[in-house]
């Protein structure tokens, strides 16, 4: 049924001439004989629609009518309509503040509720009606009632709704700790939707800033979850508390909360004031992994120039075993993304993050020689006279981008690089031009048989194919190929040998990777053939191997 329209057949005559503000009709229908309290299908009577009117003249006349019924005046001002509400609720709804005023000398029930628990009060702190407001206070209207499902008070309502003069006023009166079924206060609620004046009132009239709700979450949390910097700035201008636990499930800041969905101000901002044993303290979360969640470079990157660890801590009992470090994390959920290595990767790798197996197993599987190319860019292959260098580098909880892979790292990706040989047209080319020493492969064989023909052809054209051992020729030889003649059954030519003798007594990383062979008084074909550039990659495999990836994760 729709209440919102009046039918001929219930609604009488008085209360039209009421709702029409027809003062003259309503003083000749009374004159009649007509009653005051006929109802129509909504239960209004013509007071109530005086009332809504906002007509005080017929207000008026139809107290003075009511006097001489049998029930009363003081009864028909306390009539209800089907929704519970009184003539009194009604003009507040619509801020006619003379009728509420005749209407409270006429003795009505200041505390009304109505079908939905609201009140007069409570209307006219939802309207942003000031004036009736400040009226119904002065007259002793309960001011920390509840009236919703949910155990609003009427400060609640002021600070969700942002009517500031209003919160000011209630400030004095209410109490200020009181709590909705979730245990959220006032002061929360302006925090949570970014109502800066009124958490700024409560906060100086004294409101807790660290009142939490159920669940924990703070009013600092809920702020830098939403993206408020004024109310952060208030909040902690006013002492709240950053370090201040979160979270029942898992370790929670209002750190977390920033980066996690992408507020770099804020996040700045609770950098300076936060402690530092989150970033990689044991049983702790380091922001830096909320960042990743959502792909949020620019806080990864304003974490990471914070000083915050690449490396930070090892959460795989918090959310999988694939979150061992931030930038596993951050390459397990883009796996299988069209882009998988994403800009923060790319920050995480140039600020020196530890690359293991797991890391090495995402990197190689992209089947991608930029992604490969960028990562030893940024940590390159070492010589053997840095080794004793990077053990004790790597045994520092900050490394420095550039630096050289520690022993640990190499050994991670010559293994998971091993693992992955049947797809090594990917990631062999890249590996040899970077400096990597061919020995290295050659130190599990069998591995290496995996490969198709043209690989192993290009391998060993970066070693001295006459030298290998006969077993090792054996495992290296294919199954019987005829279109395919190994190099090693050629003697290698001079030339060859020439370039070899070169690489082993500048170093493969030093010939690759310097401008050594460029300084020589050479001619520039001779410095390419130097650098092993004249030999041509193997062609790439028609499809990139995701499943058997997936597979092996």
């Known amino acids: 049924m729709d209440f919102t329209e009046c039918y001929s057949d219930t609604v009488s005559s008085l209360a039209v001439a009421a709702r029409e503000s027809n003062v003259r009709r309503v003083s000749l229908l009374i004159q009649r004989g007509c009653s005051v309290d006929s109802r129509d299908n909504r239960g209004w009577n013509a007071l109530h629609e005086a009332a809504a009117a906002g007509t005080i003249v017929c207000v008026q006349q139809l107290l003075k009518a009511a006097e001489g019924a049998s029930s009363g005046c003081r009864a028909y001002v306390g009539s209800l309509t089907h929704e519970g509400e009184s003539a009194l609720y009604l003009a507040v709804q619509r801020r006619h503040l003379a009728v509420v005023k005749l209407l409270l000398r006429a003795h009505a029930d200041i505390n ?9 009060l409570y209307a006219a702190v939802d309207c942003g009606h000031t004036d009736i407001v400040e009226l119904l206070v002065r007259k002793g209207a309960e001011v920390n009632g509840t009236h919703t499902a949910s155990c609003w008070t009427c400060l609640h309502q002021a600070a969700y709704k942002g009517h500031s003069d209003i919160v000011r006023i209630l400030v ?4 200020l700790e009181v709590f909705d079924d979730h245990m959220i206060t006032p002061l929360f609620v302006a925090a949570q939707y970014g109502q800066k004046q009124c958490l700024q009132i409560l906060a100086d009239a004294g ?3 660290n009142a939490q709700a159920s669940d924990l979450a703070t009013p600092l949390l809920i702020a830098s979850q939403e993206g408020h910097e004024g109310c952060v700035e208030i909040l902690l201008d006013h002492n709240a508390n950053p370090n201040l636990s979160c979270s029942n499930n898992w370790p929670q800041l209002p750190i977390h909360a920033a980066a996690e969905f992408g507020h770099n101000t804020i996040l700045a901002r609770l950098i300076a004031v936060t402690h530092r044993v989150c970033d990689r303290g044991e049983g702790e979360l380091s922001p830096l992994y909320s960042a990743l969640k959502n792909n949020h470079s620019h806080c990864v990157d304003l974490l990471l120039r914070a000083g915050f660890s690449p490396d930070a801590q090892d959460c795989s009992s918090l959310f999988s075993s694939d979150t061992t ?3 596993a994390f951050t390459l397990a959920l883009k796996c299988t993304s069209s882009q998988p290595f994403s800009d923060s990767a790319r920050l995480l790798v ?6 293991t197996g797991r890391e090495w197993l995402y990197i190689l599987a992209m089947c991608k020689s930029d992604v490969l190319q960028y990562v030893l860019q940024q ?5 053997p006279d840095q080794l004793s260098r990077t053990i004790s580098l790597c045994s520092r909880p900050e490394q420095q981008s550039n630096s050289p892979l520690s022993p640990e790292e190499l050994r991670g990706l010559v293994c998971e690089a091993l693992g992955m040989v049947c797809h090594a047209s990917y990631w062999l080319p890249t590996l040899l031009q970077a400096g990597l020493e061919p020995s290295l492969l050659l130190q599990r064989p069998y591995a290496l ?3 198709d023909s043209e690989v192993l052809n290009y391998f060993l054209q970066f070693v001295n194919w006459s030298t290998l051992s006969h077993p090792l020729k054996e495992i290296l030889l294919p199954r019987k190929e005829s279109t395919w003649r190994p190099h090693y059954e050629c003697v290698p030519s001079l030339s060859h040998l020439c370039r070899l003798r070169v690489r082993e007594e500048l170093g493969s990383v030093v010939l690759m990777q310097t401008a050594v062979v460029r300084q020589l008084p050479l001619p520039p074909p001779l410095q390419i053939y130097l650098q092993f550039r004249d030999i041509p990659p193997p062609s790439h495999a028609t499809t990139v191997p995701q499943g058997g990836f997936l597979q092996r994760l």
């Open 112 to 120: 009304q509720p109505t079908n939905d628990l609201s009140c007069p």
């Open 172 to 175: 004095g009166v209410c109490r």
């Open 207 to 209: 409101a807790n800033v």
């Open 325 to 327: 470090s931030p930038l």
């Open 350 to 355: 140039a600020a020196g993050a530890t690359l």
């Open 379 to 383: 940590r390159s292959i070492p010589r």
């Open 449 to 451: 048989r995996k490969a």
